[in-house]
């Protein structure tokens, strides 16, 4: 069965660092998001990609945080530097077109000490 | 006002019951409806999704939407300890390119 895969799972950093995270979305998906989830909260979508093309970064910090999908398939979300309150879980997700359902990565759990 | 909201529980009922998780979103517009389950500490997994009007039934899980009242709902029947997770609910909304809008989800427990 697809599935999306993500790396690292977990990640400990200290603050000030930067740290990356990796993204391979299920074959054929156009469409791929990147979330932010901090514990009792719903997803928060950071960025969205139209193969590779970003269509939606509105809520993403963007003096601290970048992402690319150079090549429309895989995508890398970057930090730089982290701080104590990017402590949570990333979740990379991708869906066959914008608007239909979405499939989740493992997500990668980040604690910035 | 919050796009979409859902009570965030604990909601508990004893094993072999019916759960029912409900959903309000704030938008006519809202066009697609989705049901997630997010065990702890795991990514959500998509259990249903939904986007006319009536009921959708996939094994133990039915999704009920109702455009009208702007709610929709997932029943569990016959719940299992398993099924104790965290239920999201996401709409999309047409005017905002699709765009997905979570909940805070409902935590739910069977009690064996």
């Known amino acids: 069965e697809a599935e999306v895969a993500q790396s690292p799972r977990y990640k400990i950093t200290e603050k000030s660092q930067a740290v990356a995270f990796w993204c391979d979305p299920i074959?054929?998906?156009?469409?791929l998001y990147w979330y932010r989830q901090i514990l009792g909260q719903g997803p928060e979508l950071l960025v969205q990609?139209?193969?590779?093309?970003?269509?939606?970064d509105s809520q993403l910090p963007k003096d601290r945080f970048s992402a690319e999908r150079l090549k429309g398939v895989d995508s890398t979300l970057k930090i730089q530097p982290a701080e104590l309150g990017d402590s949570a879980m990333y979740l990379c997700?991708?869906?066959?077109?914008?608007?239909?359902?979405?499939?989740f990565g493992p997500g990668t759990r980040l604690t910035v000490t | 006002q919050k796009e979409v909201e859902q009570n965030s529980g604990p909601l508990s009922v004893p094993e072999g019951a019916i759960a029912s998780l409900n959903c309000t979103y704030s938008?006519?517009?809202?066009?697609?409806f989705f049901w997630y389950r997010q065990y702890s500490g795991k990514s959500p997994e998509l259990i249903m999704f939904?986007?006319?009007?009536g009921d959708k039934e996939d094994g133990r899980f039915t999704a009920q939407l109702n455009k009208a009242s702007q709610y929709v709902s997932l029943l569990i029947r016959d719940s299992q300890p398993s099924d104790s997770a965290t239920y999201l609910c996401?709409?999309?909304?047409?005017?905002?390119?699709?765009?997905?809008?979570f909940g805070t989800g409902t935590s739910l427990t069977v009690i064996p």
């Open positions: 997700a991708s869906s066959f077109k914008r608007g239909v359902e979405q499939y």
């Open positions: 074959s054929g998906h156009a469409t």
């Open positions: 990609f139209q193969d590779e093309s970003v269509v939606d």
């Open positions: 938008d006519r517009g809202s066009q697609s």
């Open positions: 939904i986007y006319s009007n």
């Open positions: 996401a709409v999309t909304l047409f005017e905002s390119g699709n765009q997905f809008y």
